[in-house]
């Protein structure tokens, strides 16, 4: 009887030794997720950051895999913008020949950043004019993980998926 009881003590011991470390892990995870959130804050707000992207979603189309083909949207410290990006899509008002992809240069205007602090989620969009007109929004998740949505007033709209992430050597 003694040994009986003396098992079940030990296995309620164990059982409780694994649940609390379970516990803290979890505890780790959302402190982990909460840093990495920080980090993506602050290399927004520095608003020295390039957004690489993997993948393009053109309207009305599939998903496009850009890695032969990738593109990027770099902003910098003094409010300039400067995008490279592939195009797919239907344009409406583009040079025969010409308008291959999405190229700009320019002083972003309208800058706007908004934390929601509950989904980890930054979205910073600006408006950039620079031959065509484009509206950009990005949406950065707490791990750098971002959408960025770009309308056109000469081409249709599309969307690439990616990340965010520091400039290097600048």
Do not use: C, W
Not at 67 to 87: H, R
Not at 128 to 134: E, P
Not at 140 to 159: E, F, K, P, Q, T
């Amino acid at each position: 009887m003694r040994r009986l009881a003396s098992f079940f003590l030990a296995g309620a011991f164990i059982f409780g030794a694994l649940t609390s470390v379970g516990a803290q892990q979890k505890m780790t995870k959302v402190e982990k997720r909460q840093q990495q959130f920080e980090e993506t804050k602050k290399l927004v707000k520095s608003r020295n950051f390039i957004f690489e992207a993997d993948h393009a979603f053109p309207s009305g189309g599939a998903s496009i895999d850009l890695t032969t083909n990738y593109g990027y949207l770099k902003v910098k410290e003094d409010s300039t913008a400067v995008g490279d990006l592939p195009f797919f899509g239907r344009a409406f008002s583009v040079d025969y020949g010409g308008g291959g992809g999405i190229e700009f240069s320019g002083k972003m205007e309208e800058q706007e950043s908004d934390v929601d602090e509950e989904k980890k989620i930054i979205t910073y969009s600006f408006k950039v004019n620079d031959g065509d007109y484009f509206q950009v929004s990005l949406q950065i998740s707490y791990n750098g993980d971002a959408s960025l949505n770009v309308i056109s007033h000469n081409r249709s709209a599309i969307r690439y998926q990616g990340n965010v992430s520091r400039v290097e050597g600048n």
